[in-house]
C-alpha cells in the first residue's frame, strides 16, 4: 500500500484493513495481474473499456449526489469540481483512449450497461441516497483510491512488463501524477469527512459499506473476464 496515498492509521487505511480478503481480491485480480505481463485477452479490456464509458456517467451522477448531501461550501465546490473534471475532461479522455482500442463513443454510448456495472454504480448511488456524504465516499473509494494504488504498484513492480505490453499506457496513466494528485485529494476529503461526522463511533457499519464496495469492483473486473470466455 501506498504510504504517500493512504497513510498507516488513516481513516481509509483502517476501512483497507478492516477488509483484507476483499482487498486482495480486488487489487490483485487475474484482471490486473493480466495488465502487468501483457498477457489480458484484448477482448476482456475492449468490454470493461466500453462499460467504464458507461460508468463515468453515473460516476458523475454521484458526485451530483454529494454536491446535494453537503451542508458546507467547500464540500459543494470540491465535488463540483470532480463533476466538471470527469465530464469536461475524463470523459474525453477515456473516449479518444478507447478510439485507439478501436472503440467510437456512439457504441460505447448505445451498449447495454452490464450487470457488473449497474451492482456497483446504483449500489454507490442507493448508500448516498439512504445515508449521507460521508457514507457516499466511503462507497467511492474502492474506486477512486483504489485505481491509483493499482496503477502505482504496478508502476513500481520491476516485474511489469514494459516492452510491447498494451496495458502500459493504462498503468502509467492511473500511475501518473495527475492522477495520484485525484486519488490523494479523494483520501483526504474523506479523512476530513470523518473526523466532522463522527467517523469513529460509525467505522464498524462504513467498514461494511466499503467491503461490499470492494467487492462490486473486483467483479468489474471479472466482468471483463467472462465477457471475454463468453
Not at 470540491?78 to 470523459?91: C, K, N, Q, T, Y
Request: proline share 4%; glycine share 8%.
Amino acid at each position: 500500500m501506498s504510504a504517500a496515498l493512504v497513510p498507516g492509521g488513516s481513516y481509509l487505511d483502517r476501512l483497507i484493513r478492516s477488509a483484507p480478503a476483499e482487498w486482495a481480491a480486488y487489487t490483485e485480480h487475474p484482471f490486473v495481474a493480466g495488465m502487468a505481463d501483457g498477457t489480458l485477452p484484448e477482448a476482456a479490456f475492449r468490454h470493461y473499456l466500453g462499460q467504464d464509458y458507461l460508468f463515468l456517467i453515473h460516476f458523475a451522477r454521484a458526485y451530483g449526489l454529494a454536491v446535494y448531501k453537503s451542508d458546507r461550501l467547500e464540500d459543494m465546490r470540491a465535488a463540483s469540481a470532480v463533476i466538471s473534471g470527469i465530464l469536461d475532461v475524463e470523459m474525453d479522455l477515456h473516449v479518444k483512449y478507447c478510439a485507439g482500442w478501436g472503440l467510437a463513443e456512439a457504441e460505447m454510448a448505445a451498449l447495454p450497461e452490464d450487470p457488473a456495472c449497474m451492482a456497483y454504480t446504483r449500489f454507490v448511488l442507493e448508500r448516498g441516497m439512504a445515508g449521507d456524504v460521508l457514507d457516499l465516499h466511503v462507497a467511492l473509494a474502492p474506486c477512486v483510491v483504489g485505481y491509483g494504488l493499482i496503477g502505482a504498484r504496478l508502476a513500481a513492480d520491476p516485474a511489469t512488463k514494459r516492452d510491447g505490453n498494451p496495458y502500459l499506457p493504462w498503468i502509467e496513466m492511473y500511475a501518473g501524477e495527475e492522477y495520484q494528485d485525484v486519488a490523494r485529494g479523494a483520501a483526504a476529503h474523506l479523512e476530513e469527512l470523518a473526523a466532522r461526522r463522527g467517523g469513529e463511533a460509525r467505522l464498524a457499519d462504513l467498514a461494511k459499506t466499503f467491503a461490499a464496495a470492494t467487492v462490486l469492483e473486483r467483479d468489474f473486473w471479472q466482468m471483463g473476464l467472462s465477457a471475454a470466455d463468453a
